[in-house]
């Protein structure tokens, strides 16, 4: 029996000098998002990464 599918709805963001907020990637299981932040944040970079969950945006709003 495979295993249960993770769901996507991660997003790696990132923090820019100027305090701008960037999704990086988004569609991503959790594990896979940290992951991702672990890399970027290895190479040195100023900028700050975190992972958030993903809200379903539907409405516009």
Known sequence: MPAPSQPRNWCLVRLDDHGNQFVVRADLTQAAA????????????????????????KDGA
């Open 34 to 57: 940290e992951a991702l932040a672990r890399q970027f944040e290895a190479h040195g970079h100023k900028q700050s990464y975190w992972v958030r969950q993903q809200h379903d945006n």
